[in-house]
C-alpha cells in the first residue's frame, strides 16, 4: 500500500514538473525570437537546470525521484536546441565567456541541425584570449564546409586575424602604450566617449534612477580634466521610451546623436538637438542623412564644423555598413546628399565609429572587414576627404581580440595622445571606456656618401652629440644610413663622420615636432683611391650554397635589432651570385639566399614579413673581379659577389 501511494504521488507530480519546463522553454524561444536575449537565456538556464525542482525540496521525501522525472521530461534534441539557443543568447549580450562552454559541449557532436556551430564557438574562444583553441575549431569549420557561405567567407578571414594577432602579441614597442580602465565605468556599458567644452559625454546602459529599465541606452555628461571624472549626469533629452547613443557636438553646443526604439523596428537615425532651458531641445531628425528603412549612426563633426561624419546602410553602401560624409552649412544643418567615402575605406563587413584627427589629417575608424585582431579593430588613413590612404590596422595593444571601436582624443598635436577608445577586452560582457596614451619616441636618420661619387658609404664610424651628455658611436648600415634614438628634449646637435681613406666631416643637425628627424646629407672627401666596400654592406655565401654562415647571422642580427627599434622601417635583401652557372640557375640560387636572410629575420627575430622585399638578382652587379690581370679565376672575387646586401626603403 505504501508504494501505491508513492507511485501516485509521482504520477501527480509528473504533469506539473512538465508543464514548468515546458512554459519556461516556450518563455526562452518568445524572448529569443524577440531579440530580447538577456531575458531568453535566464529563461533557457531555468529549462535546462534539470536539477532544481519546481518548489524547494526540503523535507521532501520524493525530490530525488522527482529530479530524475524532470530529466526524463528533456528530449535530446529540445535538449540541444534549447543549449543552442542559450549560447546564441550569451553571444549576442557579448558575454562569451558564458557562451564558449554551451557551444564547447555540442561541438563534439553532430552539427548538422546547427552547421555555423563551429563558427561562433571559435569566436567565442578568440574573445576570451584563447586563439590558438579559436584557430584550431575554425579550422573545423572551414574544412567541413557546410555552414553559411557568407560566414564561410568570414571564417578564412578569421584564420588570417589569429595569425595577425599572434604576430602582434609579439610587437617589440607595446611598452610605449599604456591603456587603462577609466574610472568612470560602471556596471553595464560604457562607450562612445566625446569631449566637448571641458565636458565627457558618453553612452551607457548603467542602472540609476533616471533609467528606464535594464539595458537602455542613455547619453550621459560629467566634468572632466587630466583623467578626472566628475559625477555622471544623464542628459535630460526628450524621446520617452527612445535610446540614445554615439553623439558628436558642434562648436555651437548643438548634439548629434544616434537614437533607435527599444522595441520593436530597431532603425537607427541621427538627430539633432539644442541646449535649451532645464536640459535639451525635441530632437529633429537629420534629413537626407537618414533613409527611411536604413540605419544612419555613429556621427562625428569634425573641429571646423564642416563635414559630418557617420555610418550607415543606405542605398550605395558597399558593405553591410558603410562610412559616410555630408557637407554642413554654417549652422551645421546638412548642406547636400551624403557621400560614400569609397572602397578604400569601406569593406564588406561593418566600418563605423569614425574620428577624425585634423592635427595630422588622420581619420579613424573600426571595422570588422579586414585582417584584424577580432571583432572590431581600429584603423587610421591619412587624408583630407577627398582622397584616402590604405587604411592600416593600429595594432596591439590599441587593438585587442574583442571589439575595440569609438576612437576620441582631444590632443592637438599626437594621434595616440590622451585618448580614448571603447573596449570590452577586460568585460565579460559589454564595452567600457579606456584611456590610451602613448610614448613617442623620437630618431635622427640620415645618410652618408662619398662626396665625388655620390656613392652610400656603409661602415662609416659616426659620432653623435645629441645633448644627452655623452657622444654616441653608430656606424653606417649597407646602405650607409644610420639611425639614433633622441632625447625627449633634443633641440640641436652634431654628427661627425671617420672612415679610412676619407676626411673626417661634421654636420650641424636641429629639432623640431617630428618622429624621425632626417638629418642634412653628410658627405666625405676621399684622401686616396677608396678600398673594396665594407663586409658590413653583405652577409656573404660559400660556393652553390644558400645556407646562412655564422657571421652572416651575426650582421642580421644587428639588422633585426635596428628594425625593431624602429617598427616603420622596412627593408629590400637583394641576392647575389658569382658568374658560374646559367643565368636561370642563378636567378634561383640568388632568390634562395635573400630568402634564408628573410627566414631567418621572420621566424628567429620575428621580424613582419611584410616589411621585407626579396629582390634576386643573379650574377649582376658584381663589387669583386672574378679573374685575375693575366686571366686566372680570382677565389676571393669570386667570393665578394655570392652575396645578400640590404638596403632601406622606407619607414
Same mark, same amino acid.
Given at each position: 500500500?505504501?508504494?501505491?501511494?508513492?507511485?501516485?504521488?509521482?504520477?501527480?507530480?509528473?504533469?506539473?514538473?512538465?508543464?514548468?519546463?515546458?512554459?519556461?522553454?516556450?518563455?526562452?524561444?518568445?524572448?529569443?525570437?524577440?531579440?530580447?536575449?538577456?531575458?531568453?537565456?535566464?529563461?533557457?538556464?531555468?529549462?535546462?537546470?534539470?536539477?532544481?525542482?519546481?518548489?524547494?525540496?526540503?523535507?521532501?521525501?520524493?525530490?530525488?525521484?522527482?529530479?530524475?522525472?524532470?530529466?526524463?521530461?528533456?528530449?535530446?534534441?529540445?535538449?540541444?536546441?534549447?543549449?543552442?539557443?542559450?549560447?546564441?543568447?550569451?553571444?549576442?549580450?557579448?558575454?562569451?565567456?558564458?557562451?564558449?562552454?554551451?557551444?564547447?559541449?555540442?561541438?563534439?557532436?553532430?552539427?548538422?541541425?546547427?552547421?555555423?556551430?563551429?563558427?561562433?564557438?571559435?569566436?567565442?574562444?578568440?574573445?576570451?584570449?584563447?586563439?590558438?583553441?579559436?584557430?584550431?575549431?575554425?579550422?573545423?569549420?572551414?574544412?567541413?564546409?557546410?555552414?553559411?557561405?557568407?560566414?564561410?567567407?568570414?571564417?578564412?578571414?578569421?584564420?588570417?586575424?589569429?595569425?595577425?594577432?599572434?604576430?602582434?602579441?609579439?610587437?617589440?614597442?607595446?611598452?610605449?602604450?599604456?591603456?587603462?580602465?577609466?574610472?568612470?565605468?560602471?556596471?553595464?556599458a560604457t562607450y562612445a566617449p566625446v569631449i566637448s567644452k571641458g565636458d565627457i559625454y558618453?553612452?551607457?546602459?548603467?542602472?540609476?534612477?533616471?533609467?528606464?529599465?535594464?539595458?537602455?541606452?542613455?547619453?550621459?555628461?560629467?566634468?572632466?580634466?587630466?583623467?578626472?571624472?566628475?559625477?555622471?549626469?544623464?542628459?535630460?533629452v526628450p524621446g520617452g521610451i527612445q535610446e540614445q547613443g554615439a553623439a558628436a557636438f558642434?562648436?555651437?553646443?548643438?548634439?548629434?546623436?544616434?537614437?533607435?526604439?527599444?522595441?520593436?523596428?530597431?532603425?537607427?537615425?541621427?538627430?539633432?538637438?539644442?541646449?535649451?532651458?532645464?536640459?535639451?531641445?525635441?530632437?529633429?531628425?537629420?534629413?537626407?542623412?537618414?533613409?527611411?528603412?536604413?540605419?544612419?549612426?555613429? /556621427? =562625428?563633426?569634425?573641429?571646423?564644423?564642416?563635414? @559630418?561624419? $557617420? %555610418? #550607415?546602410?543606405?542605398?550605395?553602401?558597399? *558593405?553591410?555598413? !558603410?562610412?559616410?560624409?555630408?557637407?554642413?552649412?554654417?549652422?551645421?544643418?546638412?548642406?547636400?546628399?551624403?557621400?560614400?567615402?569609397?572602397?578604400?575605406?569601406?569593406?564588406?563587413?561593418?566600418?563605423?565609429? /569614425? =574620428?577624425?584627427?585634423?592635427?595630422?589629417?588622420? @581619420?579613424? $575608424? %573600426? #571595422?570588422?572587414?579586414?585582417?584584424?585582431? *577580432?571583432?572590431? !579593430?581600429?584603423?587610421?588613413?591619412?587624408?583630407?576627404?577627398?582622397?584616402?590612404?590604405?587604411?592600416?590596422?593600429?595594432?596591439?595593444?590599441?587593438?585587442s581580440v574583442k571589439d575595440d571601436l569609438h576612437f576620441f582624443t582631444n590632443s592637438n598635436?599626437?594621434?595616440?595622445?590622451?585618448? $580614448?577608445? #571603447?573596449?570590452?577586452?577586460?568585460?565579460?560582457?559589454?564595452?567600457?571606456?579606456?584611456?590610451?596614451?602613448?610614448?613617442?619616441?623620437?630618431?635622427?636618420?640620415?645618410?652618408?656618401?662619398?662626396?665625388?661619387?655620390?656613392?652610400?658609404?656603409?661602415?662609416?664610424?659616426?659620432?653623435?652629440?645629441?645633448?644627452?651628455?655623452?657622444?654616441?658611436?653608430?656606424?653606417? #648600415?649597407?646602405?650607409?644610413?644610420?639611425?639614433?634614438?633622441?632625447?625627449?628634449?633634443?633641440?640641436?646637435?652634431?654628427?661627425?663622420?671617420?672612415?679610412?681613406?676619407?676626411?673626417?666631416?661634421?654636420?650641424?643637425?636641429?629639432?623640431?615636432?617630428?618622429?624621425?628627424?632626417?638629418?642634412?646629407?653628410?658627405?666625405?672627401?676621399?684622401?686616396?683611391?677608396?678600398?673594396?666596400?665594407?663586409?658590413?654592406?653583405?652577409?656573404?655565401?660559400?660556393?652553390?650554397?644558400?645556407?646562412?654562415?655564422?657571421?652572416?647571422?651575426?650582421?642580421?642580427?644587428?639588422?633585426?635589432?635596428?628594425?625593431?627599434?624602429?617598427?616603420?622601417?622596412?627593408?629590400?635583401?637583394?641576392?647575389?651570385?658569382?658568374?658560374?652557372?646559367?643565368?636561370?640557375?642563378?636567378?634561383?640560387?640568388?632568390?634562395?639566399?635573400?630568402?634564408?636572410?628573410?627566414?631567418?629575420?621572420?621566424?628567429?627575430?620575428?621580424?613582419?614579413?611584410?616589411?621585407?622585399?626579396?629582390?634576386?638578382?643573379?650574377?649582376?652587379?658584381?663589387?669583386?673581379?672574378?679573374?685575375?690581370?693575366?686571366?686566372?679565376?680570382?677565389?676571393?672575387?669570386?667570393?665578394?659577389?655570392?652575396?645578400?646586401?640590404?638596403?632601406?626603403?622606407?619607414?
Amino acid at each position: 500500500m505504501r508504494y501505491l501511494l508513492i507511485a501516485l504521488l509521482l504520477l501527480q507530480l509528473l504533469p506539473a514538473a512538465a508543464q514548468t519546463r515546458t512554459d519556461f522553454l516556450k518563455a526562452a524561444d518568445k524572448y529569443f525570437e524577440q531579440g530580447d536575449f538577456f531575458s531568453a537565456a535566464s529563461y533557457y538556464e531555468k529549462y535546462l537546470d534539470e536539477n532544481a525542482p519546481v518548489k524547494p525540496a526540503v523535507n521532501n521525501p520524493f525530490a530525488v525521484t522527482r529530479q530524475q522525472a524532470v530529466q526524463a521530461q528533456l528530449p535530446a534534441s529540445a535538449k540541444r536546441k534549447a543549449v543552442y539557443q542559450l549560447a546564441e543568447s550569451y553571444r549576442k549580450l557579448n558575454h562569451f565567456v558564458k557562451a564558449a562552454p554551451h557551444y564547447a559541449s555540442l561541438a563534439q557532436g553532430d552539427q548538422q541541425a546547427n552547421p555555423d556551430l563551429l563558427y561562433w564557438y571559435a569566436t567565442c574562444l578568440a574573445a576570451t584570449n584563447r586563439t590558438a583553441e579559436a584557430n584550431d575549431v575554425m579550422q573545423r569549420y572551414v574544412a567541413a564546409n557546410a555552414g553559411d557561405k557568407e560566414l564561410l567567407v568570414q571564417a578564412k578571414q578569421q584564420v588570417k586575424n589569429y595569425a595577425f594577432a599572434s604576430q602582434q602579441m609579439q610587437r617589440a614597442d607595446t611598452a610605449l602604450y599604456k591603456v587603462s580602465k577609466a574610472a568612470i565605468n560602471s556596471t553595464g556599458a560604457t562607450y562612445a566617449p566625446v569631449i566637448s567644452k571641458g565636458d565627457i559625454y558618453f553612452t551607457s546602459t548603467r542602472n540609476d534612477s533616471t533609467t528606464t529599465g535594464p539595458y537602455t541606452n542613455h547619453i550621459y555628461s560629467a566634468s572632466y580634466s587630466q583623467n578626472s571624472f566628475g559625477m555622471p549626469t544623464r542628459l535630460a533629452v526628450p524621446g520617452g521610451i527612445q535610446e540614445q547613443g554615439a553623439a558628436a557636438f558642434a562648436p555651437s553646443g548643438k548634439m548629434y546623436f544616434t537614437r533607435w526604439q527599444s522595441t520593436g523596428a530597431k532603425g537607427a537615425a541621427i538627430y539633432t538637438s539644442e541646449p535649451a532651458a532645464g536640459g535639451w531641445s525635441e530632437p529633429v531628425k537629420l534629413p537626407l542623412v537618414n533613409t527611411d528603412g536604413y540605419n544612419a549612426q555613429h /556621427p =562625428f563633426v569634425t573641429n571646423d564644423c564642416k563635414f @559630418l561624419l $557617420f %555610418a #550607415s546602410d543606405m542605398p550605395g553602401t558597399m *558593405g553591410k555598413l !558603410d562610412l559616410w560624409v555630408a557637407p554642413l552649412d554654417a549652422d551645421g544643418n546638412v548642406a547636400a546628399a551624403p557621400k560614400n567615402l569609397g572602397s578604400t575605406i569601406n569593406t564588406a563587413g561593418d566600418d563605423v565609429s /569614425p =574620428f577624425y584627427h585634423a592635427a595630422s589629417n588622420t @581619420l579613424v $575608424f %573600426a #571595422s570588422n572587414g579586414r585582417v584584424g585582431l *577580432g571583432g572590431f !579593430d581600429l584603423f587610421t588613413s591619412a587624408g583630407d576627404f577627398n582622397i584616402w590612404a590604405q587604411p592600416v590596422n593600429a595594432g596591439y595593444p590599441v587593438n585587442s581580440v574583442k571589439d575595440d571601436l569609438h576612437f576620441f582624443t582631444n590632443s592637438n598635436e599626437r594621434l595616440f595622445t590622451s585618448a $580614448f577608445i #571603447s573596449s570590452d577586452r577586460y568585460s565579460a560582457c559589454c564595452l567600457e571606456l579606456l584611456t590610451l596614451d602613448r610614448e613617442y619616441k623620437r630618431y635622427m636618420t640620415g645618410l652618408v656618401v662619398d662626396c665625388k661619387t655620390q656613392q652610400p658609404l656603409a661602415g662609416t664610424q659616426l659620432t653623435i652629440e645629441d645633448g644627452s651628455g655623452r657622444n654616441i658611436r653608430i656606424t653606417t #648600415s649597407a646602405d650607409g644610413r644610420y639611425l639614433h634614438e633622441l632625447p625627449a628634449q633634443y633641440a640641436a646637435g652634431k654628427v661627425t663622420g671617420e672612415k679610412d681613406n676619407y676626411h673626417t666631416a661634421t654636420i650641424t643637425t636641429a629639432g623640431g615636432v617630428f618622429d624621425t628627424m632626417q638629418s642634412p646629407l653628410l658627405c666625405l672627401q676621399p684622401i686616396d683611391k677608396p678600398q673594396p666596400p665594407s663586409k658590413l654592406m653583405f652577409v656573404y655565401f660559400d660556393f652553390d650554397v644558400a645556407t646562412l654562415r655564422d657571421e652572416a647571422k651575426s650582421t642580421l642580427d644587428s639588422l633585426a635589432a635596428a628594425m625593431t627599434k624602429v617598427p616603420g622601417m622596412k627593408i629590400e635583401i637583394g641576392g647575389y651570385t658569382d658568374g658560374k652557372g646559367n643565368e636561370t640557375y642563378n636567378m634561383r640560387l640568388s632568390e634562395n639566399r635573400a630568402k634564408a636572410c628573410m627566414k631567418y629575420l621572420v621566424e628567429t627575430k620575428m621580424i613582419d614579413a611584410s616589411r621585407i622585399v626579396i629582390m634576386p638578382y643573379g650574377e649582376c652587379c658584381h663589387v669583386g673581379n672574378e679573374t685575375t690581370s693575366d686571366g686566372k679565376d680570382n677565389p676571393e672575387g669570386r667570393q665578394l659577389n655570392r652575396r645578400a646586401e640590404f638596403k632601406i626603403i622606407g619607414f
